[in-house]
């Protein structure tokens, strides 16, 4: 009687185990290349904005006789102000002018007439951006 041979129809777990680890080399080699190219992306990313900044700091130069974004409602231009309550609130000394410009910004271009005013807040150091915010979104349609 003849033996019959059985048809091998699949692979086996050593050929398995190395079509696993083929892959999981290439995954280890690829994946360092896509983080440079996300690494990459980012950077070009904040590039363009330190750019679109620039032009805007440049553009409101030309239109402002070379001066820079700045808080500039003192007490004695307390009547450029949109809002009243901020008028009297800028009638006091320089900061409380700027104070006030800063409140009349966030009110205007965010339709919150109710947003409070803020006594003893000198906007100078982290919110100089909202004039030049202001600035750009006057300008823009």
Do not use: N
Not at 93 to 98: L, R, S
Not at 106 to 132: A, E, K, S
């Amino acid at each position: 009687m003849v033996g019959h041979r059985r048809v091998r129809s699949g692979f086996t777990l050593i050929e398995l185990l190395v079509v696993i680890a083929i892959i999981a080399l290439l995954i280890g080699i690829l994946l360092p290349a896509l983080g440079e190219a996300r690494k990459s992306g980012r950077l070009t990313l904040c590039l363009s904005s330190m750019k679109q900044l620039g032009t805007s700091v440049h553009s409101y130069a030309a239109d402002y006789q070379d001066k820079l974004a700045s808080f500039t409602v003192t007490a004695a231009s307390a009547d450029r102000l949109t809002y009243p309550d901020l008028r009297a609130q800028a009638g006091g000394i320089d900061t409380a002018g700027a104070a006030a410009q800063a409140v009349d910004i966030i009110r205007r271009r965010t339709g919150d007439d109710g947003f409070p005013q803020i006594d003893g807040w000198i906007p100078h150091v982290l919110y100089t951006h909202l004039v030049l915010q202001d600035y750009l979104a006057a300008r823009l349609p």
